[in-house]
């Protein structure tokens, strides 16, 4: 048995990975990233994955990163899982692993933009015209997944895949920041049906302990105030600058 563990934060994209770790039904270790004490800044996590960032696996003490790689790497460790539906011809494989990289190269870098502008932009008015360029750009994309969804039921057709976990993780960081998802019925349909799966509903889970130790240690990010910091330190000083006083 491959021994996996995977470094994860809730709300993140590694809830795609972790909800394909439920669906493949196997074994693996959970550990909690806290982005406000820096942990994914420190030398040690640095060394792992030198972009500091979630997700992380390990497999068999080797560590993998970007989102997009490990489903894949889940994928072909488990085929009996249909992460991916694999085995129908190389290029059928191939628009498969497009459909994605798409997730990772075109959705995922959008969601950050509209998400988090203060990542990109440290100029008000850039700040905002970067995430309305973002916005247009993502419904373009979300013309896409509609029309996949609408023959679906799934976007890859009959067959669930991974593919819908991270478009689960999509749709749910785009709600609240002012992107119009309401334009979206089949993708919003899809959001429901993606809950009433156990593997989804176990990650969920997860998560949610994760969340609860967060809040009572006062290390929940905020999403006004968070920023790419560097070191530790950065983190450390944007904990006690964003915590209420007594
Ligand atoms: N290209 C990476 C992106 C991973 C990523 O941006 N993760 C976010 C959470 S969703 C993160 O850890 N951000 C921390 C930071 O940028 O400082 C992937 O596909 O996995």
């Known amino acids: 048995m491959t021994h996996l563990h ?6 993140t994209c590694s809830r795609a990975v972790m909800i394909a770790l439920e669906e493949a039904g196997v074994e693996y270790e959970h550990q909690l990233l806290t982005y406000m004490k820096g942990e994914h ?4 996590y640095l060394a792992l994955n030198p972009n500091g960032k979630t ?8 560590p993998i990163h970007e989102t997009s790689a490990i489903l894949l790497y889940l994928a072909k460790l488990y085929p009996e899982a249909g992460l991916l539906p694999f085995g129908r011809g190389e290029i059928a494989d191939a628009q ?3 459909h994605l990289i798409w997730c990772g190269s075109e959705l995922h870098p959008n969601v950050f933009r509209i998400r988090i502008p203060q990542f990109f932009c440290d100029h008000p008015e ?3 015209r970067q995430k309305e360029m973002a916005v247009a750009s993502m419904h373009d994309k979300f013309a896409i997944i509609e029309g996949h969804l609408e023959s679906g039921p799934w976007f890859l057709g009959e067959a669930w895949s991974a593919i819908d976990a991270y478009l689960f993780w999509v749709w749910f960081r785009l709600d609240g920041t002012g992107f119009e998802l309401d334009r979206y019925p089949q993708f919003a349909d899809h959001y429901r049906r993606m809950q009433d799966r156990p593997s989804v509903q176990r990650a969920m889970a997860i ?4 969340g609860q130790k967060l809040r009572e240690e006062g290390l929940v990010v905020n999403f006004e105030t968070f920023r790419p910091g560097r070191t530790p330190e950065d983190f450390q000083a944007l904990v006690e600058k964003t915590q209420p006083a007594d």
Not at 55 to 62: F, H, K, S, V
Not at 207 to 210: L, T, Y
């Open 6 to 11: 995977l470094i994860f934060a809730p709300g």
């Open 207 to 210: 998560e949610q302990a994760a």
């Open 41 to 44: 800044r420190t030398p040690e």
């Open 96 to 98: 498969t692993i497009a």
């Open 55 to 62: 997700p992380l696996l390990i497999a068999e003490g080797q």
């Open 126 to 128: 850039g700040r905002l």
